[in-house]
């Protein structure tokens, strides 16, 4: 985004307050700095130069970019991008959080953000190539079971990193460089297939045939393959499903097709207004602070006692909300219906 796009970005935001009240950030902190039309603010303020880089991207660092600011903002704000601009800039003047800085640099070596070797199958006669982003494959187990169960063919990707990290920190420039060097591994006549929505998305925006794992399942499934599953569990809908893919629909379809299940959701934080889990895809996992344990509580605090069980289709929000709810991953009900 240019410095003309940052000042129309501060132009059109009427300072309503509406992203307010939906923003986990604020809702934790109660501080309006923290809020996204504060940020908006701040970008101005270094755009003109009253602040310093370091000053005017703190409160950006805390976004977890779940976006929930700009569905519900009257003006259209874009205000992610705004945040990925207050990144950029600090990253310019060597302002970063550590551990960030040494995925940066993994990923400029062609590694995984967590310094691991990439792995790619090479098979070509499958039907599909289950892509596990940054995750370890054994973490997608229960999908590669249920994958068997179905008869789909499939060939591994793991430990390529989709770049969703470099996005969110606003290096476009080695984002592109990334996907030149990772996705040049990838087999272009195949369709991909990932169970995290932030790498459905980064492959989406690539021009990769991709599905995420909710809407593969659905399309796979048959219903007299399905038994009943009598269980009550509440959805925790992913922020980059609902407001990056725009797939809530996808998930809530899969749900629907298991026989048995009551589904509920708690209102009001479901659906377009989903309440972020704080784990910010993975990569915010890795914020200094309080700050996404904090709003897991509060996600905690909405879903606990709406049912016995939570269930998620990412594997991010699985891993951080299981620290302190049960969560069910959506392909351990697909595999209890197969059963």
Same mark, same amino acid.
């Given at each position: 985004?240019? #410095?003309?796009? &940052?000042?129309?970005?501060?132009?059109?935001?009427?300072?309503?307050?509406?992203?307010? $009240?939906?923003? $986990?950030?604020?809702?934790?902190?109660?501080?309006?700095?923290?809020?996204?039309?504060?940020?908006?603010?701040?970008?101005?303020?270094?755009?003109?130069? +009253?602040?310093?880089?370091?000053?005017?991207?703190?409160t950006a660092r805390l976004s977890v970019s779940c976006r929930a600011c700009e569905v519900k903002c009257p003006s259209g704000v874009e205000i992610l991008k705004v945040i990925r601009w207050l990144r950029r800039s600090a990253w310019r003047?060597?302002?970063?959080?550590?551990?960030?800085?040494?995925? !940066? +640099?993994?990923?400029?070596?062609?590694?995984? &953000?967590?310094?691991?070797?990439?792995? *790619?199958?090479?098979? /070509?006669?499958?039907? *599909?190539?289950?892509?596990?982003?940054?995750?370890?494959?054994?973490?997608?187990?229960?999908?590669? %079971?249920?994958?068997?169960?179905?008869?789909?063919?499939?060939?591994?990707? /793991?430990?390529?990193?989709?770049?969703?990290?470099?996005?969110?920190?606003?290096?476009? #420039?080695?984002?592109?460089?990334?996907?030149?060097?990772?996705?040049?591994?990838?087999?272009?006549?195949k369709r991909l297939v990932t169970a995290c929505p932030g790498c459905a998305y980064m492959l989406k925006e690539a021009d990769l045939e991709v599905a995420w794992l909710p809407r593969f399942l659905s399309e796979k499934l048959k219903p007299?393959?399905?038994?009943?599953? #009598?269980?009550?569990? *509440?959805?925790?809908?992913?922020?980059?499903?609902?407001?990056?893919?725009?797939?809530?629909?996808?998930? #809530?379809?899969?749900?629907?097709?298991?026989?048995?299940?009551? !589904?509920?959701?708690? /209102?009001?934080?479901?659906?377009?207004?989903?309440?972020?889990?704080?784990?910010?895809?993975?990569? +915010?996992?890795?914020? %200094?602070?309080?700050?996404?344990?904090?709003?897991?509580?509060?996600? !905690?605090?909405?879903?606990?006692?709406?049912?016995?069980?939570?269930?998620?289709?990412?594997?991010?929000?699985?891993?951080?909300?299981?620290?302190?709810?049960?969560?069910?991953?959506? +392909? /351990?009900?697909?595999?209890?219906?197969?059963?």
């Amino acid at each position: 985004m240019s #410095d003309d796009e &940052i000042l129309h970005q501060y132009l059109t935001c009427t300072m309503c307050g509406f992203c307010r $009240p939906v923003c $986990p950030v604020y809702r934790v902190f109660e501080n309006e700095t923290c809020t996204p039309r504060a940020i908006v603010g701040l970008a101005y303020g270094l755009l003109r130069g +009253e602040l310093d880089v370091a000053q005017a991207s703190a409160t950006a660092r805390l976004s977890v970019s779940c976006r929930a600011c700009e569905v519900k903002c009257p003006s259209g704000v874009e205000i992610l991008k705004v945040i990925r601009w207050l990144r950029r800039s600090a990253w310019r003047q060597g302002i970063g959080p550590e551990k960030k800085r040494s995925a !940066v +640099e993994y990923l400029k070596k062609g590694l995984s &953000i967590n310094g691991k070797q990439p792995r *790619v199958e090479q098979q /070509e006669d499958v039907e *599909v190539v289950l892509f596990t982003g940054c995750c370890e494959r054994t973490e997608y187990a229960v999908v590669e %079971e249920v994958f068997k169960q179905l008869g789909v063919s499939y060939s591994v990707v /793991e430990q390529l990193c989709c770049g969703l990290p470099l996005l969110l920190e606003g290096l476009e #420039d080695l984002l592109q460089e990334h996907r030149q060097r990772a996705f040049s591994k990838l087999p272009r006549e195949k369709r991909l297939v990932t169970a995290c929505p932030g790498c459905a998305y980064m492959l989406k925006e690539a021009d990769l045939e991709v599905a995420w794992l909710p809407r593969f399942l659905s399309e796979k499934l048959k219903p007299h393959q399905l038994k009943p599953v #009598d269980q009550r569990v *509440v959805v925790h809908e992913p922020c980059f499903g609902l407001r990056y893919l725009n797939a809530g629909e996808d998930l #809530d379809a899969l749900l629907r097709q298991i026989p048995g299940l009551t !589904v509920v959701k708690p /209102e009001p934080w479901c659906g377009a207004m989903s309440f972020c889990c704080g784990a910010g895809c993975g990569w +915010e996992l890795r914020q %200094e602070g309080d700050g996404p344990k904090l709003i897991r509580r509060e996600r !905690v605090n909405q879903l606990r006692g709406a049912a016995e069980k939570v269930v998620t289709a990412c594997p991010h929000c699985y891993r951080w909300l299981s620290e302190e709810v049960p969560v069910l991953r959506i +392909e /351990e009900l697909v595999r209890m219906a197969l059963a």
